[in-house]
């Protein structure tokens, strides 16, 4: 067993790698759709898939997302800046190997069908059931309602890229109820069925190792940090560690 510290940052970039090289998502870019929804998460996912199919050129994650979450005092999702349609660059599309620029979500969704793949990320992440949910501000489900639609009318897998920074305690149903209620303020909390993909999930992927989370946190850039330990045999664990030296210097997620 070994121990590993990985910051957000890194955690975004080990899954958006792992992702890029599963062989489902492989089948899917080859011969079906993948939506890769815009978010932080995914810009990471979406720059690691692109290149891996040689079509990075023109994609960059400055502006890939339509909400985030920032320190208190500053604005939760598009105000100010954030705003600006006019930098939004879409979401990635990929259908049968080629990225069609411009397009987002909305433009496909009615087209998606079994065997296709969306890519969406999560704001709460429950680790002991492999469930996630997904925070949302517009009135209408935004792009996870819109997801939803073909995953529970077409059998369209949904698949989650989601830092374990997410986690929390508590049945989603219950945090749904409650955020959910008349008259509550703030965003409302969508628990979906789609699979979770995590670090955990990232570093299996890549190593055949098994990984768990066993403390987490830290200061001076390690806030939200993860520390994960690592088992399996001296080959897996030799893999790990130079996968995780590759990653952990990953900068910040800047704006």
Known sequence: MKQFLITPAAGKRLIGR???SSEVIKEAIQKRTLVIVAGTTNGYVAEEILSSINQGEGFSRERFF???VLPPGQPLTETGRLSDETQFPGDVVIVNGVWKKGLTIFDVVDDLNDGDIVLKGANALDVSHGQAGVLIGDPYGGTIGAAMQAVVGRRVRLIHPVGL???VTGDLKDLARLLNVPGAQGPRLLPTTGDVFTEIDAISTL????????????VSGGEGSLRLAVTGDEVQIKAASTLLDEVSLEPPFKL
């Open 18 to 20: 792992a992702l890029s």
């Open 66 to 68: 339509r909400g985030v």
């Open 165 to 167: 920074e997410k986690r």
């Open 207 to 218: 190593t055949g190792a098994d990984a768990q989370l066993v403390a987490g946190g830290g």
